[in-house]
């Protein structure tokens, strides 16, 4: 393998020679993404909040793409589609995850809690007196 002429420096695979490697605080990509590009996210948002027309009950009315799937996929769960099932199914779960994470009732302080609190704050007093 070639060596680095400055020292006793190994050039190979993810070592780069010193002088083609970037300056000291300069960037590898130094333009970025330009302004106004949208990430994934945003698009996938716009997308599934786009409106279409749906027919229903005879009539028809627009909806967004977003509540448009997920109708299809509760409908297809209910006609015993497994896979649409297990879909449902994993959403459900996930955000019942979520609100019980963000419910306060999980945040209680519980006995155990309490007697914890209880033994450090007889640690701390002991130590300061």
């Not at 130094?30 to 106004?36: A, E, Q, T």
């Not at 589609?81 to 979520?98: G, M, T, W, Y």
Request: charged share 30%; hydrophobic share 35%; aromatic share 6%.
């Amino acid at each position: 393998m070639p060596r680095d002429k400055k020292s006793d420096y190994e050039v190979g695979y993810g070592k780069p020679p010193r002088h083609t490697r970037f300056a000291k605080g300069q960037s590898g990509n130094p333009r970025g993404r330009p302004p106004g590009t949208k990430s994934f996210t945003t698009l996938l948002d716009e997308a599934l909040n786009e409106r279409v027309l749906v027919a229903e009950n005879g009539g028809r009315r627009k909806v967004s793409k977003r509540q448009a799937i997920v109708t299809q996929l509760v409908n297809r769960a209910a006609t015993a589609n497994f896979p649409a099932l297990k879909i449902l199914l994993d959403f459900v779960r996930d955000s019942e995850r979520q609100i019980e994470a963000a419910s306060p009732e999980s945040a209680a302080v519980t006995e155990a809690d309490e007697r914890v609190l209880e033994q450090l704050r007889a640690r701390f007093s002991k130590t300061e007196q």
